[in-house]
């Protein structure tokens, strides 16, 4: 399977970041995996920030929940994350990843830069 991010790599404080994961050589309906956003901020370790699964339940990082909404679009093999009201300390790499559960990541896209300034 391979995954590929996309989206817009200058957000403006305050705005929402929206990240699209496209997936390819494999459905994101398939049983039974989980499909993550997960991100590192420079100089710092990886946090996940919530996944999705192959039925389309959803599972968010506490400190992120009310910030996050991750969806999916099955016609496309895609899933999403929209992370509102950004600010510097969300500037990172975003990564999606698919893995066998909530907290494992087998299969990474190649990430992509997020920076929050305005």
């Known amino acids: 399977v391979q995954l590929q991010e996309s989206g817009p790599g200058l957000v403006k404080p305050s705005q929402t970041l929206s990240l699209t994961c496209t997936v390819s050589g494999g459905s994101i309906t398939t049983n039974y995996y989980f499909w993550s956003w997960i991100r590192q901020p420079p100089g710092k370790g990886l946090e996940w920030i919530g996944s999705?699964?192959?039925?389309?339940?959803?599972y968010y990082s506490p400190s992120l929940k009310s910030r996050t909404s991750i969806s999916r679009d099955t016609s496309n093999n895609q899933f999403s994350l929209q992370l509102g009201s950004v600010t510097p300390e969300d500037a990172a790499v975003y990564y999606c990843?698919?893995?066998?559960?909530?907290?494992?990541?087998?299969?990474w896209g190649q990430g992509t830069q997020v920076t929050v300034s305005s």
């Open positions: 999705i699964t192959y039925s389309g339940s959803t």
């Open positions: 990843t698919r893995g066998a559960s909530v907290d494992s990541f087998g299969s």
